[in-house]
């Protein structure tokens, strides 16, 4: 079972920038893609970035193109997402996933990290 830990998080300004980590733990790692996720107050958990553990090829969601950036380093197993420009509509706790396969969902939540941007 792969566990993750995500890490990074915290209070910023509007404009500014944080840098979220996911660390995945097990003997062999192999996913099809890592994703992030958050979920604001009282809504539900949406889809933000993903990345093909192999390939690379990223995909994001409209409201974090050109901001955001998530990136992967295959040797540390470990997923990052680069938050640029942040907004206060970004405040929301940020999770990271695992898609062990191209049909299969993404699961094995981590903890969540709180990212808080004030205006």
């Known amino acids: 079972q792969v566990q993750l830990v995500e890490s990074g998080g915290g209070l910023v300004q509007a404009g500014g920038s944080l840098r979220l980590s996911c660390a995945a733990s097990?003997?062999?790692?192999?996913?099809?893609?890592m994703g992030w996720f958050r979920q604001a107050p009282g809504k539900e958990r949406v889809f933000v970035a993903a990345i093909t553990w192999s390939g690379g090829s990223t995909s994001y969601a409209e409201s974090v193109k050109g901001r955001f950036t998530i990136s992967r380093d295959n040797a540390k197993n470990t997923v990052y997402l680069q938050m640029n420009n942040l907004k206060p509509e970004d405040t929301a706790v940020y999770y990271c996933?695992?898609?062990?396969?191209?049909?299969?969902?993404?699961?094995?939540w981590g903890q969540g990290t709180q990212v808080t941007v004030s205006s």
């Open positions: 996933a695992v898609q062990s396969g191209a049909l299969r969902s993404f699961g094995s």
């Open positions: 097990g003997r062999t790692f192999s996913p099809y893609r």
